[in-house]
């Protein structure tokens, strides 16, 4: 399974962005799908996540209300939409694939991973 995460750019402080993240190697929508970011000297934290029928979503505190996941299973594509960015959210974004099990925070329970696309938000 190979994962390329793409969207990634510099914006200011309130602006949007889309992440995208396009699958290809494997049954897409037999994955839960997860975003992480990492910033510089900090530890990947987990952003959010989506069920393999999109029906199930879970997010960060830090992001709810301001980020959306979503998927299309027919391009095997997951995005991520990013509303009312703040400096904070300035990171390395990835994507990953979870083949058992449901929704989960936890990195180390996601099995395949993108590279990161970086997103950097300015004051």
């Known amino acids: 399974v190979q994962l390329q995460a793409s969207g990634g750019g510099l914006v200011q402080a309130g602006d949007s962005l889309r992440l995208s993240c396009a699958s290809s190697g494997g049954t897409f929508s037999n994955y839960v799908m997860g975003w992480f970011r990492q910033a510089p000297g900090t530890k990947r934290e987990f952003v959010g996540a989506i069920s393999r029928n999109g029906i199930t979503t879970d997010y960060a505190e830090s992001v709810k209300g301001r980020f959306t996941i979503s998927r299309d299973n027919a391009k095997n594509t997951v995005y991520l939409r990013m509303n009312s960015l703040k400096p904070e959210d300035t990171a390395s974004y990835y994507c990953?694939?979870?083949?058992?099990?449901?929704?989960?925070?936890?990195?180390?329970?996601?099995?395949?991973w993108g590279q990161g696309t970086l997103v950097t938000v300015s004051s």
């Open positions: 990953a694939a979870r083949t058992s099990g449901g929704v989960y925070t936890y990195a180390t329970r996601y099995d395949y």
